[in-house]
């Protein structure tokens, strides 16, 4: 897969797993524990996963940016 086809997939999910986090970390007393324990501690190990294969996919990018900035 391309990508930049895969950043199109990525993004939208990590955006919703952003939303998701907040959410349930501010509902975490209203929500039942093992609700919790799936949405956000699961949801968290997923949203790392995905935060570190954003930025291998950006890496270029990101090593790019920065020389620029240090030279």
Known sequence: ????????????????????????????FRLPPKVFDVVHEGGGVVLVVGVGLHL????????????RRAA
């Open 1 to 28: 897969m391309a990508k930049n086809k895969m950043l199109k997939l990525l993004n939208p999910i990590l955006a919703v797993l952003i939303v998701t986090q907040a959410l349930s970390g501010m509902l975490r």
């Open 56 to 67: 291998v996919l950006n890496w270029a990018w990101i090593r790019n940016t920065y020389r």
